[in-house]
């Protein structure tokens, strides 16, 4: 059974950290994926500013990548923190990600020369409407009312 897990942030930032290659991640937060007792995903949202939040996404497997999941992954960073954008960035040598990150619905929108080096980052967005994991959702957000509406 593929469930998610939350409340453990320390735990998988590290898992994250150390699948990704690199030493932390900072302040953040983390959701991780579960099957059976084994991690099998996290992903790490972090540097929130201005209606854009970053993600680091790692697996382990392919069997993360579930339709409840990717709901509650996206739901996050828009519907629950209030992103408008949502940043991911990838090794170019990374065919994978590169192609999990066209599948999910982010666009290119740049490169960052070498950040891998010898290779490029290419930084992937999405915004908001774009997400096609939350269309039509709002996770329990409370919707404005109009003043008017609400006395009727």
């Known amino acids: 059974m593929i469930r998610t897990v939350f409340g453990?942030?320390?735990?998988?930032?590290?898992?994250?950290a150390k699948l990704i290659g690199i030493k932390e991640f900072g302040p953040s937060v983390a959701i991780g994926v579960k099957a059976g007792?084994?991690?099998?995903?996290?992903?790490v949202y972090h540097d929130f500013r201005d209606g854009q939040i970053e993600a680091s996404i790692a697996a382990s497997s392919?069997?993360?990548a579930t339709r409840s999941?990717?709901?509650t992954l996206f739901a996050y960073p828009f519907l629950q923190v209030g992103a408008n954008r949502l940043l991911v960035t990838c090794n170019e040598a990374n065919e994978k990600a590169m192609k999990m990150n066209s599948q999910l619905g982010?666009?290119?929108e740049g490169r960052l020369r070498q950040m891998y080096a010898p290779h490029d980052a290419i930084i992937w967005g999405m915004l908001k409407d774009e997400c096609k994991w939350i269309k039509g959702q709002d996770n329990g957000q409370i919707l404005a009312i109009n003043a008017a509406n609400a006395k009727s």
Request: hydrophobic share 55%; aromatic share 16%; proline share 0%.
């Open 37 to 43: 007792d084994e991690i099998i995903a996290a992903a």
């Open 62 to 64: 392919r069997r993360w």
């Open 106 to 108: 982010f666009i290119q």
């Open 8 to 16: 453990v942030d320390e735990y998988l930032k590290s898992w994250a």
């Open 69 to 71: 999941v990717l709901h």
